[in-house]
């Protein structure tokens, strides 16, 4: 089975700095997807990277990006410039591609906190 | 589009009652996925549904179970609530096809006592 290993609880940043979340995972598998996902107070799980295992080049959508390390299994999501927005708990999901089903498998979460 | 909608937000029910959580996913989206998130264990993956047969089964006791129905809305159900149940049920449906990408809804609050 898959794991997700989020080693830092809680993060700090100052607003317009860049802050680096960390996320390891541990799999047997080649063919995957990771994703970082943002969850605000709201509840809602709101999608903010996806990174496809088979692509070398790491993803970035506007102020997110990540570096994908797979021989290392390692997958950190850099967010730069952080605004007060940013604040949220932050999760970082497996999905095997070796299964017909969807099912994530998250790490235990980073509480983001930006500061004014 | 109308997001996934997750009914209701709130819930208290006493030890030992049943409960139902209802989730309407995306229009044309025909899996759903189910999620226990408490503090404790984190989020856990409970079942997916697709096309009205379950695909995918969590590591949870059979006081939890789902259905889909034709329309792709999904319901859980769990029995005989335990203290131990009181979480985040987290719904999140997605597209068939090759494309992998989900959709979550803003959870069910579900507190036992």
């Known amino acids: 089975a898959q794991t997700v290993t989020q080693s830092q609880p809680e993060m700090s940043v100052q607003e317009a700095e860049t802050v680096t979340l960390s996320c390891t995972y541990d799999t047997s598998e080649s063919d995957y997807y990771l994703f970082w996902y943002k969850q605000p107070p709201s509840r809602q799980m709101i999608l903010v990277i996806r990174q496809e295992a088979y692509k070398q080049q790491n993803a970035t959508e506007n102020r997110f990006s990540v570096n994908f390390q797979k021989a290392a299994k390692s997958f950190s999501l850099k967010i730069s410039d952080s605004q007060l927005g940013d604040a949220a708990m932050y999760f970082c999901?497996?999905?095997?591609?070796?299964?017909?089903?969807?099912?994530?498998?998250f790490g235990g979460g980073t509480r983001l906190m930006v500061k004014p | 589009k109308a997001g996934v909608t997750q009914t209701p937000r709130y819930l208290i029910k006493t030890r030992g009652q049943q409960v139902t959580l209802s989730c309407s996913p995306i229009s044309g989206h025909r899996s759903v996925s189910w999620y226990q998130q408490t503090p404790g264990q984190g989020l856990q993956f409970l079942f997916e549904?697709?096309?009205?047969?379950?695909?995918n089964k969590g590591n949870f006791p059979g006081r939890f179970s789902g259905r889909q129905f034709s329309n792709s809305r999904s319901e859980m159900n769990v029995s005989t609530l335990e203290l131990g149940d009181s979480a985040l049920y987290l719904c999140?449906?997605?597209?068939?096809?090759?494309?992998?990408?989900?959709?979550f809804g803003s959870g069910t609050r579900l507190t036992v006592v």
């Open positions: 549904y697709f096309s009205e047969t379950q695909r």
């Open positions: 999901a497996y999905r095997s591609l070796n299964n017909a089903g969807n099912m994530l498998t």
């Open positions: 999140a449906s997605s597209l068939p096809g090759p494309i992998i990408g989900y959709t």
